[in-house]
């Protein structure tokens, strides 16, 4: 028999379908030495109590305290690690303007690669107390600080996609703040795929380097050109932003007479491992572009309050087989947790459905499979789900109010939906590895 490294005796919630959210009671879930989940055992099944002993006596038994649960960690799909040091502030002014005032004179700091380690430390620390487990992330332009990054998200354990933002184009860009050159942008993104690609050989972290044009208005054609071209010769992910904004929208118009989705296709860009931050102003004609080439969305609902000029419609997309996660766009959005962002995409598809689009709702069951499932598929990564063959990437969550009120699964679910906080994640594991714990003071 096999010597699991770890086993949790207790209730899981694990999304299969956009629909519902299982709820499981009284399982063992067994992650083998690798990080994966072997087997989730229920109890009438013959095993339990045998696999559950053996567990017991050789210490690898956890058992998930009473009125806690053992959730599958979030996947965080749109992250701007520079703008931590901003997150909640500057916040009122329309997306260019934003850009221009406030967020590229922060991002231009990260050349000091002593400011950029206290700021990510701080930041990837913050995400995985708030059960992201992991996380996509743009850079800036620096190659350096983006490899601190990594550094940082391999010492502490978290999956992490990262791209060292190319934009070089003179008329969107300030010069205090861009790449030299559309040659300078493609050849520091090849130093950092190659420096990545070694990072990740000599820790065995869970790292991947990915391809990222800012947003089509921030680079020249030859440099999109060329990163869709790097996307095709290294095999990697694509990440950018597509149609968040009216104004981002209508640059592609004027520009291309071609809607933004679009231009990312010309150039390659948008591919089947492509994740687009936004989509706020999608056509029904562009959301069926993203399906055809099985391009993902990132649905950022607290940015999109303050840029998108909309609600992106997550059940058209989804209607249209377009894969969807959610993202916090640190910091677009202010808040680093994934559960503030289910929150608020529930509450934005309410409005959105308000304001005249039928069956825009989205429930507590359909954001959870968001946060979880969207986003490993989004990534396609073996995460998202406490099944056998996934990554044991889990968060154990405590129900503060499970004393005091009723506790229907349904009403344990929701209540874990809408008020968890990062004081209530107690345990967070990355392929069964323990990755951040909360003592609190219980
Ligand atoms: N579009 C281009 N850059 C950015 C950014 O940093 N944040 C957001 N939300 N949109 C962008
Ligand atoms: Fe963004």
Redesign the pocket.
Known sequence: MITYQIVFEGTIISSATFDKADFTPETLTCVDQSGTIDRVISAADTDYQRVKQTAKNNGSLYQVPKGSYLLPGFTDLHI?AP?WPQAGLALDKP?NEW?NTY?FPLESKFKDLDFAKKVYQSLVKELLANGTTTGLY?GSVHTDANLILARICADLGQRAFIGKVAMDNKDQTPDYYRDDSSEAALQETERFIKEMLSLQKETQANLTPVITP??VP?CTDETLLGLGQLAQKYDLPVQS?CS?SIW?DSYAIDCFQMTDAQVLDKFNLLTDKAVM??GTQLRDSDLDLFSHNHSAIAHCPI?NAY?GNSVMRVNEANKRNVTVGLGT?IS?GFSPSIYRNMQQSIMSSQMLEDSGTDNARLSADNVFYLATVGGAKALHIPVGQIKSGFKADLQIVQDQYFDVFSNEPQEIFERLVYHTNKENIKQVYVSGKLVHENRGEE
């Open positions: 701007h703008q997306l850009l967020t743009f800012r947003f921030s932003h968040e981002e931050a936004h940015s840029f766009d677009g």
